[in-house]
């Protein structure tokens, strides 16, 4: 593997990782609701579910997932529910508050509000988990690794050894991208009224169910 190539592939994992998509949405909607902390966590469940994935990609079972019509069949239609699920998680908070200000008058305080249906806090493990899940059920990915990355190895190198230097390349760029992400939502929210934020997360919310959709339809072609 030479420099350029190297080059190219962190140019291409470094815009990927920059594209608002599903685990960007997860890290940002927790870091908005939760807090810094509860984000990062789900960070580590991602770049976790990538470690796992370039193994995979190493020991070539990626390639005979997507090989397998059946087993990316069920691989997708996993993800695509979980998409779904982890978008309608993100709207309840913005419906339990119109829902609540439509029974309890317009004169509802906001203290009043959380007090009639507080939130349940996050844990950082499940938070790890969400992000691992989220990333290991999403088919895109192990696509990636299987047609993508591929390109950027030389068959005439240590292919191991290659998978390595890409892994820790694209660990030192998607890193601090999705904390960048997370550390900017944790921020703004504190200058944001709670509505403001429902709304936001809410949005959010609607683009994973979106692309849940988007993905339970989506062809598979082999080969």
Do not use: C
């Not at 080059?7 to 470094?14: D, H, I, Q, V």
């Not at 683009?207 to 062809?219: R, V």
Request: proline share 4%; aromatic share 10%.
């Amino acid at each position: 593997m030479d420099l350029n190539t190297l080059a190219l592939f962190a140019l291409t994992e470094f815009l990927l990782s920059l594209t608002p998509g599903p685990a960007v949405l997860l890290v940002v909607g927790l870091s908005m609701r939760q807090g810094f902390r509860i984000g990062f966590m789900a960070t580590l469940g991602i770049l976790a579910t990538n470690a796992i994935f370039f193994t995979l990609s190493a020991l070539g079972i990626g390639a005979l997932i997507v090989a397998s019509a059946t087993l990316f069949t069920i691989i997708k239609w996993i993800g695509a529910g979980y998409l779904v699920y982890l978008g309608i998680g993100m709207i309840i908070p913005l419906v339990k508050r119109l829902w609540l200000k439509r029974s309890l008058g317009e004169g509802l305080d906001l203290s009043e509000a959380k007090a009639a249906a507080p939130n349940a806090s996050q844990t950082a493990a499940k938070s790890f988990w969400q992000g691992f899940a989220l990333q290991a059920s999403n088919p895109k990915n192990i696509l990636f690794f299987v047609a993508i990355l591929p390109q950027f190895i030389s068959p005439d190198g240590n292919v191991a050894t290659q998978l390595v230097i890409l892994g820790v390349v694209s660990v030192l760029l998607e890193l601090p991208i999705l904390v960048f992400y997370g550390y900017a939502s944790a921020l703004s929210a504190r200058l944001m009224k709670e509505r403001v934020v429902e709304w936001i997360e809410a949005a959010g919310g609607g683009i994973l169910i979106a692309l849940g959709g988007a993905l339970a339809t989506s062809q598979h072609r082999s080969g």
